[in-house]
């Protein structure tokens, strides 16, 4: 697997059709997280850009499942390959049955 960063600048302009797709977009990033292809994913405190980190195949299987997010046609998009994507596990540890 591949790592990427990807870095997107929300439009200014926020309808109340945005505002009604937050939670399908929430929803979308929690499934892709369970999926393990989406690794974490922060909003700036002004709430003017998102930065998700993926794992993938390729740059352009990231490209694809972000053209399916509720929000795209709200979203500038930057996508960035990374060297290597370090991180704490924060999850709840794996259980031994031993």
Do not use: C, T
Request: no cysteine; aromatic share 12%.
């Amino acid at each position: 697997m591949n790592y990427y960063m990807v870095d997107i600048n929300l439009h200014r302009e926020q309808s109340q059709n945005f505002k009604e797709l937050i939670p399908k977009q929430k929803s979308f990033f929690h499934r892709l997280m369970h999926e393990g292809k989406i690794l974490d994913y922060a909003l700036s405190l002004d709430k003017s850009k998102i930065w998700i980190s993926f794992s993938a195949r390729s740059e352009k299987e990231v490209s694809d499942i972000i053209s399916k997010f509720p929000l795209i046609d709200f979203f500038e998009v930057d996508v960035h390959p990374l060297a290597f994507q370090n991180r704490m596990n924060v999850l709840i540890p794996k259980v031994s049955l031993n």
